[in-house]
Every structure is written in structure tokens, then in C-alpha cells.
């Protein structure tokens, strides 16, 4: 009886979820939009402006559609989980019970996911994700620390379903990597992990001394979002300086692809070596390249603009990079903790985290963040 009733309660909750759900969404509204821009795209000249058409169907597939339909099918998961629960008062019914606990833990975690998607109010929020994590100084620990990083942004990836591209690696000399770049493709990619740029530090005993000393490590994480077709910009070619890998006359069958793009105006460089072609390569490269110069603005310029800066008279070069501040500590020697420094929320299970459990960071983060996207942080960006 008590397990009936604790599954009772978590009921009445997830259904007063979705009814303030509803309430958000509007469905009469939601329903008449629909209708509307399926007119639009039916008239002939539709496609004669890419741009637009392209944000029509965006629309329609994720801001309306997707909600309309997953809204629908929760209240039929919960249906099912209260018409269950009227069987089990009449008769106990093991296999039934159990049935009804899948369903709401699957309904938890999607009303969990959905309620994270909810902070998540910037246009760029739903684009892809380009994350590129550098190793800082001290050698073998700082590399293989950001090799971590790598793997728990990896597996955190693949428990969300993502699509998971090595673009750029650069090994380390004893063990790690000195940098890496993953492009994460799917929606909201970039929506939950922009929390985690800035830099991450690390405190273990070292596995690379012999005298089993303390560590203390550094990487620095950034990430961008994917542009896609609904962004019409083109880097001046006057502005680039790129770099391809040579082949010589002592190593003629090497078959490097590297492609190495600096965008001279800012210092801003995107090395990529994971393609089959150097033509692939630079197209990768020039692709992140323009998502960082593009998100760069976003950092700061509007809150300086609103609090009276003279953006001509800032050289992008003075900016610092949101990266270089500590966001986290990580310790795993002499206890274990991890610890969010922006939202100061801590959780002793570091291992789930280093495992890919990053979502209550991301969710804490997007909660304190909901409010105002552009604070005094930005601008000083810009000191």
C-alpha cells in the first residue's frame, strides 16, 4: 500500500506539472500557428527565399510541433499510470505494478528533460555544439585531466542521445591530450552545455609521480554553437591565414590532412586533422571558426552597448575569454566532491560525474541564468 501511495503522489505532482504546462503552451494557439504556416508553405514562392523557409519549417518541427506532440503523448503515459493505479486498489497485480513504475520513471525523466529545455530562452539555445577542451599547464596530469574531461563530455553526450564527432586531437607526450574539439549534433546541444565554459580544475593524487603526491590540474573548456543555414555570413578571405600540412621528400608517403585557420583580425585559431581530405578539414575549421567569431558578441557587446561602452574603441585581441575563469572543482583526494563554483551547488558523487552525470550543474547553472543572459560578467569581458 505505502509503495501505491508514494506512486499516487508522484502522480498528483507530474499532473500539476502538465497543466501548467498547458497553460505555457497555449495549445489553441499552438494549433492555429500550425495551421497558418502550413499555408504559408503552401504558396508558390515559398522557397524562393531559403532563409525564410528554412525558419518556417524549424518552427514548425521543434517550437511547435514537437511540444504539441510530446505534450499529448504524456498525458497519455499518465492516463495509463492513474488507470493502473484503480486496478492495483482492486487487485494486487505484480506485473502491472511494475509496468506503472517504468512509466512514470520514464515520464519523470522526460517532464525532468523538458523542464531544463524550459530555461532554455536564447535563439542559438537549440542549435549544435562545438566544445573544444584545452589542457593547461603542468604537463602529463594537466593532459590527462583534460582527457577526462573529454570522456565525461562524451559520455554525456551519448546518455542524451547526441551525436558525438571527434573534429580535432592533439596528444599529449606521455599520456592525454593537449587539446580536442567535439562537434555534439542534435537540439539543445548548445542550450546545456554554454554552462560549461571556463575552466575546470582537478585535485588528485598524481598517477604519473612515484612519491603518490597531491595534484592540482587545469583545462579550460569552450564552447559555441553550430551556425546553420539561417545565418548568411561569410568570413572576409582577407582575414584568413591558412595553414595545410606539407609533404616532403623524406616522409613521401605521410598522408597528413591537417588544416590549421587564424582569423588574423582577432587571433582567434581553429586547428582540424580528423577529416579524410584537407579540403574537408578546412571546411570543418571554417565552420567553428565562424561559430566563435559569431557567438563572441553575445558574450558582452550588447550589455557594454547598453551600459555605454564605445565598442569601436575595444581591439577583439583585449577581450578575455570566458574560458579562462574557474567555474568547478573538481577533488578526488583526500574525499571526494565536486563543486560549482557560479551556483555553489556540490554533490560528493565525483565519480558519477566524471562518468557523465553533469546535469545537475547544467540545470543549477540555467536556473540562476534564466533571468538575464547578459550580466556584469560580460562586461567584464571587455577589461
Same mark, same amino acid.
Given at each position: 500500500?505505502?509503495? &501505491? @501511495?508514494?506512486?499516487? =503522489?508522484?502522480?498528483?505532482? *507530474?499532473?500539476?506539472? #502538465?497543466?501548467? +504546462? $498547458? ?73 502491472? &505494478? @511494475?509496468?506503472?513504475? =517504468?512509466?512514470?520513471?520514464? *515520464?519523470?525523466?522526460? #517532464?525532468?528533460? +523538458? $523542464? ?268
Amino acid at each position: 500500500m505505502l509503495e &501505491l @501511495l508514494n506512486i499516487k =503522489t508522484e502522480v498528483e505532482r *507530474l499532473s500539476n506539472i #502538465l497543466s501548467k +504546462a $498547458e497553460d505555457c503552451l497555449d495549445f489553441q494557439y499552438l494549433t492555429a500557428r500550425i495551421q497558418y504556416l502550413h499555408q504559408v508553405i503552401a504558396q508558390p514562392d515559398f522557397w524562393n527565399n531559403p532563409t525564410r523557409a528554412y525558419e518556417v519549417l524549424q518552427e514548425i518541427e521543434y517550437s511547435i510541433f514537437y511540444k504539441h506532440q510530446e505534450y499529448q503523448r504524456w498525458c497519455s503515459i499518465l492516463e495509463d499510470i492513474k488507470a493502473a493505479l484503480e486496478l492495483l486498489e482492486l487487485s494486487a497485480d505484480e506485473e502491472l &505494478l @511494475l509496468e506503472a513504475q =517504468t512509466n512514470l520513471t520514464q *515520464l519523470q525523466q522526460e #517532464l525532468e528533460t +523538458a $523542464e531544463i529545455q524550459q530555461l532554455m530562452s536564447d535563439p542559438c539555445d537549440q542549435k549544435s555544439a562545438f566544445l573544444t577542451i584545452t589542457a593547461g599547464v603542468g604537463g602529463a596530469d594537466a593532459e590527462y585531466w583534460a582527457y577526462m574531461l573529454l570522456r565525461m563530455y562524451s559520455k554525456w553526450g551519448e546518455s542524451h542521445s547526441y551525436k558525438i564527432l571527434l573534429v580535432e586531437k592533439s596528444c599529449g607526450d606521455l599520456a592525454g591530450i593537449k587539446s580536442a574539439s567535439l562537434e555534439i549534433i542534435g537540439r539543445y546541444a548548445y542550450g546545456y552545455l554554454k554552462s560549461e565554459t571556463g575552466t575546470h580544475q582537478l585535485q588528485q593524487i598524481s598517477p604519473f609521480d612515484v612519491t603518490n603526491s597531491l595534484h592540482t590540474s587545469f583545462a579550460s573548456v569552450e564552447v559555441f554553437p553550430i551556425l546553420d543555414e539561417s545565418v548568411e555570413w561569410e568570413i572576409p578571405e582577407k582575414d584568413l591565414e591558412i595553414t595545410r600540412w606539407h609533404s616532403n621528400s623524406r616522409n613521401i608517403n605521410h598522408s597528413e590532412t591537417w588544416v590549421k585557420v587564424v582569423h588574423i583580425p582577432t587571433g582567434i585559431s581553429v586547428f582540424c586533422n580528423q577529416e579524410r581530405s584537407q579540403m574537408q578539414n578546412k571546411e570543418k575549421a571554417l565552420a567553428i571558426l565562424k561559430s566563435k567569431l559569431f557567438a563572441m558578441p553575445t558574450a558582452g557587446y550588447a550589455y557594454a552597448l547598453g551600459q555605454g561602452v564605445q565598442i569601436d574603441k575595444i581591439q577583439p585581441r583585449q577581450i578575455k575569454s570566458l574560458f579562462n575563469k574557474l567555474i568547478r572543482e573538481y577533488i578526488l583526494h583526500p574525499y571526494a566532491q565536486v563543486k560549482d563554483l557560479r551556483t555553489n551547488l556540490e554533490t560528493p558523487a565525483a565519480t558519477a560525474v566524471l562518468n557523465g552525470e553533469i546535469d545537475l550543474f547544467i540545470k543549477a547553472y540555467l536556473q540562476q541564468n534564466q533571468t538575464t543572459s547578459l550580466t556584469k560578467e560580460a562586461l567584464d569581458n571587455f577589461k
